[in-house]
């Protein structure tokens, strides 16, 4: 099976900041690579497929990057409504593993 | 509007038996793979199994494998998981997932159904 491993588990920061989140494979997966965001008591939300296709109706504060086993989710400017866990998902094979999920939190 | 809800969770013993069901509206059922993922509350997410939109089994999570059976009925708009031989770490909120393109990405999620193996 493939892991993957994100990073930071967690983070603090403020309204405005910039923020990275990487993901990494354990093997190669292309660009099979989806971000998602969750909030508490919601099911996730898809945000970015395919390394760095934005979901429609996402916002484009949130940029996904990378091919291979490395891979970055960015928010240029975070905002209130951002303070969420994010997990990234490859879906280069089955099973199609999560990452253990980073949480933004308030600063 | 798409729609996913799942059903079938509760309460059961360690050994025991339970199916979980997901109806879906608001898409063409059988143009889509389902998926069902699971997640231990606080915790992160696991892929538990998927099915494409023939009835195709996708895979399972190594730690259901020989346990667990997905299945669809295109007819009924439905997808179905059959889970046997439950153990405690089985016990999760269990999310219906539709898949959304080819490369297998998750764009609509049911609201999930609870399980707790317990006895």
């Known amino acids: 099976d493939i892991r993957m491993t994100q990073s930071p588990f967690s983070l603090s920061a403020s309204v405005g900041d910039r923020v990275t989140i990487t993901c990494r494979a354990s093997q190669s997966i292309s660009k099979f690579l989806n971000w998602y965001q969750q909030k508490p008591g919601q099911a996730p939300k898809l945000l970015i497929y395919?390394?760095?296709n934005l979901q429609t109706g996402v916002p484009s504060r949130f940029t996904g990057s990378g091919s291979g086993t490395d891979f970055t989710l960015t928010i240029s400017s975070l905002q209130p409504e951002d303070f969420a866990t994010y997990f990234c998902?490859?879906?280069?094979?089955?099973?199609?593993?999560f990452g253990g999920g980073t949480k933004v939190e308030i600063k | 509007e798409v729609q996913l809800v799942e059903s079938g969770g509760g309460v059961v013993r360690p050994g025991g038996s339970l199916r979980l069901s997901c109806g879906a509206s608001g898409f063409i059922f059988d143009d889509y793979g389902m998926s069902w993922v699971r997640q231990v509350p606080g915790k992160g997410l696991e892929w538990v199994s998927g099915i494409n939109g023939k009835g195709g089994t996708l895979g399972y999570a190594d730690s259901v494998k020989g346990r667990f059976t997905i299945s669809r009925d295109n007819a009924k708009n439905s997808l179905f998981l059959q889970m046997n031989s439950l153990r405690a770490e089985d016990t999760a909120l269990y999310y219906c997932?539709?898949?959304?393109?080819?490369?297998?990405?998750?764009?609509?999620w049911g609201q999930g159904t609870l399980v707790t193996v317990s006895s």
């Open positions: 998902q490859q879906s280069y094979s089955t099973p199609r593993t």
């Open positions: 395919a390394a760095s």
């Open positions: 997932a539709r898949d959304g393109g080819y490369s297998g990405y998750i764009d609509h």
